[in-house]
């Protein structure tokens, strides 16, 4: 497969907010060698809101599963050695819960834009024009 310069070498990208002010990007990018790797950016909101500070690591395949290993005996660790009382299942069920409520919030809102027409608000908008729409006040802290 040929590499073309006008292609983004980006193949997939995951995001992962983690609070107000902090969210990861993993992404899955092609090299020109018809390769893959990983980038894993940590981008956080400065206090001022004078934009934001990144950090990125790039994981490459031939470390992939020494990292993951690593990583899983660490996390493993802090949960069984370090804080065996400490219930890490609380942070999905309160982003579960919250994402219930959002849903829920949202069926109610394009409900009421049904029937009452106004279906043209900001988020819709920003949609069309691949703005996110979404702000920072909406997600649960942790």
Do not use: C
Not at 54 to 63: N, P, S, T, V, W
Not at 99 to 111: H, I, M, P, T, Y
């Amino acid at each position: 497969m040929d590499h073309d310069p006008k292609r983004n070498d980006l193949v997939k990208s995951l995001k992962v907010r983690a609070g107000r002010r902090r969210t990861y990007f993993l992404d899955i990018r092609r090299t020109k060698g018809d390769d893959f790797y990983i980038t894993m950016t940590e981008s956080t909101r400065r206090f001022h809101g004078d934009g934001y500070e990144r950090h990125k690591i790039f994981l490459y395949k031939e470390d992939f599963n020494r990292f993951l290993g690593g990583l899983e005996e660490i996390v493993d660790y802090i949960k069984t050695e370090l804080m065996p009382e400490y219930d890490f299942d609380e942070f999905d069920r309160r982003q579960a819960e919250y994402e219930a409520r959002k849903a829920e919030e949202d069926r109610l809102d394009q409900e009421y834009r049904e029937k009452h027409g106004d279906s043209d608000n900001e988020e819709d908008r920003d949609h069309q024009h691949g703005r996110d729409g979404e702000n920072d006040d909406d997600r649960i802290d942790w």
